[in-house]
C-alpha cells in the first residue's frame, strides 16, 4: 500500500491541464459577458448620438411641420433619415438587422422644439449569457433656432 502511495504521490503530470480544462469554460463565459456588455453599451451610445444628430438636423431646417414616424429610409432629407443613416453606419450587429425604428415630432418655427426618438432591437452573441435581445431607445429634444 505505501508503495501505490508514493507512486500517485510522485505522478502529478497533467494536473495543471486538468485544472485548465476546468477553469476555460468559466473564463470564457466571464470573457463573452464583457464582450457582449461592452458592444450592448457602444449600441446604446450609437443610438443615443442618432437621436443627437436628427433632432439637431430638424432643429437648424426650416419647415411647418417636422414628422416622420417610423422607416428604414437612409438619407438625409429628414431627421428620421438623417438618425437611420447614422445607425446603419455605425451599429455593430453581428450579421443581423441594422435597421433602427426613428421617430421625429416637432415644428420648423422659432422656439418650438424638435423630438427624435431613436429604437433598435439589440442581439447578443451568445445564447449562454442573458437573453438573446435587449431593447435600446433613445430621445432627444432640442430647441427649434
Known amino acids: ?19 485548465f ?13 464583457i464582450v457582449n456588455y461592452g458592444i450592448l453599451l457602444y449600441d446604446q451610445a450609437v443610438i443615443t448620438n442618432a437621436a443627437r444628430e436628427g433632432a439637431r438636423w430638424g432643429s437648424i431646417n426650416t419647415s411647418a411641420t ?3 414616424g417610423p422607416n428604414s429610409v437612409t438619407g438625409n432629407g429628414d431627421p428620421c433619415e438623417v ?6 453606419a455605425n451599429l455593430i450587429t453581428f450579421g443581423s438587422s441594422t435597421s433602427s425604428l426613428t421617430s421625429a ?21 451568445g445564447w449562454l449569457l442573458y437573453s438573446n ?3 435600446l431607445s433613445a430621445t432627444s429634444v432640442m430647441y427649434h433656432e
Do not use: H
Open 1 to 19: 500500500m505505501t508503495n501505490l502511495t508514493k507512486v500517485f504521490k510522485k505522478n502529478d503530470s497533467g494536473v495543471a491541464a486538468v485544472e
Open 21 to 33: 480544462a476546468l477553469i476555460l469554460p468559466l473564463l470564457m463565459w466571464v470573457l463573452f459577458g
Open 66 to 68: 417636422i414628422a416622420c
Open 83 to 88: 438618425a437611420n443613416s447614422y445607425t446603419n
Open 105 to 125: 415630432s416637432g415644428a420648423g418655427t422659432a422656439g418650438t422644439t424638435v423630438s427624435v426618438t431613436v429604437t433598435y432591437t439589440f442581439t447578443a452573441i
Open 133 to 135: 435581445t435587449n431593447n
